[in-house]
């Protein structure tokens, strides 16, 4: 399979931290899958009626038009390949061996959904919404399902997912070269990283999920951590416990200042173990961004903290392509 395009006929610094809290936001991504392709706002009027009654259109075109949407979608980039879960039987003496199955779950539940909706509302169009896969070598060598049911593919460099499915500038180019009108980043890679809303909006294409303000929020460990702390949810001791924002007026923007954000950070090893003592062992060592377990180290002393500290560093830049010492305990 060559690289680039191929048609298969079956197939920063600290964030700015201002958002509006909004139930719309929140929306899960099945409403936001239908709302896309209706081209209007998940949570809308438009995704009432919608569940309302089926009727039958002959392109989305029309779709978008009945229900008062913004624009038509016809081609989504899955921007993810899915976060493969093993099924692993581990046997006694005389019974069994090891089994391991991948399952490439998240692109395979985002197509099969949005086609099974596109087929009761375009009865007539067998593929009214296609699909444009990334796909690694690693992917390829898997025999992934979801790369069997995609209309088209484009292969990507394989290795750490900062090579491809959290590579924001490589999504965004992608996306462009295809003519895409969505983008759907799944969960894991860089479906986290309020990047890439941002920048998919200013090349005018849709990101099937939040907005990048609630995303750099709510995404945000350390940001969140301290919203939750001002709500008055209880919150495990950390290295930024009691931190609060101050409440905006009715309907205002919640901001998370600089100065207040960095007080929440641990920027070196020695400030990590004073942390660590205040806090009392054992204790566990996160980098703010990230996800999927990447970056997590147990210490259950000073000399676990002192060894385990550079490994979360180490793994925190293998995995997302930069680094911070904003850390918290």
Not at 151 to 179: E, F, H, M, P
């Amino acid at each position: 399979m060559e690289s680039g395009e191929q048609s298969k006929s079956k197939r920063r610094e600290t964030p700015r931290l201002r958002v509006t809290m909004s139930l719309a936001d929140m929306n899960g991504h099945a409403q936001a899958a239908a709302a896309a392709a209706a081209g209007s706002k998940p949570g809308g009027a438009a995704a009432a009626r919608i569940g309302e009654r089926r009727d039958s259109f002959a392109t989305s075109e029309e779709f978008v038009s009945k229900f008062g949407g913004k624009r038509a979608i016809n081609k989504i980039l899955i921007a993810n390949n899915g976060i493969a879960g093993e099924l692993v039987k581990i046997e006694k003496k005389n019974a069994y061996r090891l089994h391991c199955l991948s399952f490439f779950f998240a692109a395979v539940k985002c197509i099969r959904s949005i086609r099974r909706w596109s087929y009761e509302h375009f009865p007539a169009k067998e593929r009214a919404i296609k699909f444009v896969a990334m796909v690694t070598p690693e992917d390829l060598k898997a025999n992934a399902e979801y790369i069997k049911i995609s209309d088209y593919v484009c292969q990507v460099k394989g290795g750490s997912n900062n090579n491809n499915y959290a590579n924001v500038d490589l999504i965004i180019s992608i996306a462009k070269r295809y003519g895409v009108e969505a983008v759907w980043a799944g969960w894991g890679h860089a479906s986290e990283n309020p990047k890439l809303p941002e920048a998919l909006a200013k090349a005018g294409i849709m990101f099937m999920g939040p907005g990048e303000h609630a995303m750099w929020l709510l995404g945000d460990k350390i940001a969140s951590s301290i919203v939750a702390q001002t709500a008055g949810v209880p919150t495990l001791p950390w290295s930024g416990s009691e931190l609060v924002a101050e409440l905006p007026e009715e309907g205002g923007l919640i901001q998370i200042p600089n100065a207040l954000y960095r007080r929440a950070c641990v920027r070196s090893l020695e400030e990590g173990v004073k942390v660590a003592q205040k806090i009392g062992y054992p204790v566990m060592i996160k980098a703010s961004e990230g996800g999927g377990g990447k970056g997590i180290r147990k210490a259950e002393s000073d000399e676990e903290f002192t060894k385990q500290y550079p490994q979360v560093k180490i793994k925190y830049l293998d995995s997302f392509g930069c680094f911070k010492f904003y850390f918290f305990v």
